[in-house]
């Protein structure tokens, strides 16, 4: 036991002496404790503890985006941003702000995209049940 007290005294002496010693042991810490308190915060605020600002940019101004403006707010998880500083929001803007990380996402609806979409979609589900004869796969004999 004497042994482990001559250790311990000698081991305090030196840390005494060794002042960056000191800070490291006591600074080091509460550095950490700080960053990893911030990290947590910022993961918090992602996970939808706080609300995640959405930048839209509707160029269409369609149903697509009316129904978006209305039913996105509903979840409490989500905000969304359609102007700037009084200054309706282009898509170079919307880009800039998530690229810099200010904003995590942006939604951007293009000019007609829902309504070139509308042609696609229709002839899909037909095709798909076989109600055209020229999409049937002949039978085997």
Request: charged share 25%; aromatic share 6%.
């Amino acid at each position: 036991m004497r042994q482990f007290f001559a250790t311990f005294l000698k081991d305090l002496l030196i840390l005494w002496r060794d002042r960056a010693g000191m800070l490291v042991l006591f600074v080091m810490p509460m550095a950490l404790v700080l960053v990893v308190s911030m990290v947590q915060n910022n993961v918090l605020e992602a996970t939808g503890q706080a609300a995640v600002k959405v930048l839209l940019v509707d160029m269409d101004q369609g149903r697509v985006g009316e129904q978006i403006r209305d039913r996105l707010p509903l979840s409490s998880g989500l905000k969304l941003i359609e102007t700037l500083d009084g200054n309706l929001l282009d898509e170079e803007k919307a880009r800039a702000l998530v690229a810099a990380g200010d904003y995590q996402f942006g939604l951007l609806i293009r000019l007609e995209s829902v309504t070139a979409s509308r042609p696609k979609s229709h002839n899909r589900p037909s095709s798909c049940f076989g109600r055209h004869q020229q999409n049937r796969p002949k039978p085997l004999n």
